[in-house]
């Protein structure tokens, strides 16, 4: 997923939040998060797993240090369920 903020921000994270209703969510276990200023040249600010989100699907924060950045790539790497799609909720960002 990429995302166009529109302008240029200082962030020093981001949130995750998975969906709460339906029978096949596939949530996020395992992600990439990057930044970047132009599209083009991507820099990764975290990556890792939201530990335990199938038992207990609540927002998922994730900080890292502060950035300027006007484009953000989520990367969901592996997901709770067999398929291959996912669900999201929501995606926000910590701005400083």
Not at 1 to 16: C, E, N, P, R
Not at 23 to 40: C, G, H
Not at 58 to 64: A, L
Not at 67 to 95: D, H, P
Request: hydrophobic share 35%; glycine share 6%; no cysteine.
């Amino acid at each position: 997923v990429v995302i166009d903020m529109g302008s240029i921000l200082k962030i020093t994270g981001f949130a995750y939040v998975p969906q709460q209703v339906g029978s096949n969510l596939n949530l996020i276990s395992k992600y990439e998060f990057y930044t970047s200023l132009d599209n083009i040249k991507w820099s990764i600010q975290s990556q890792g797993e939201f530990s335990n989100i199938k038992n207990n699907p609540i927002e998922q924060v994730k900080t890292f240090a502060e950035t300027k950045a006007r484009y953000l790539r989520f990367v969901a790497k592996s997901t709770e369920g067999k398929g291959q799609t996912f669900s999201i909720s929501e995606i926000n960002v910590i701005e400083k």
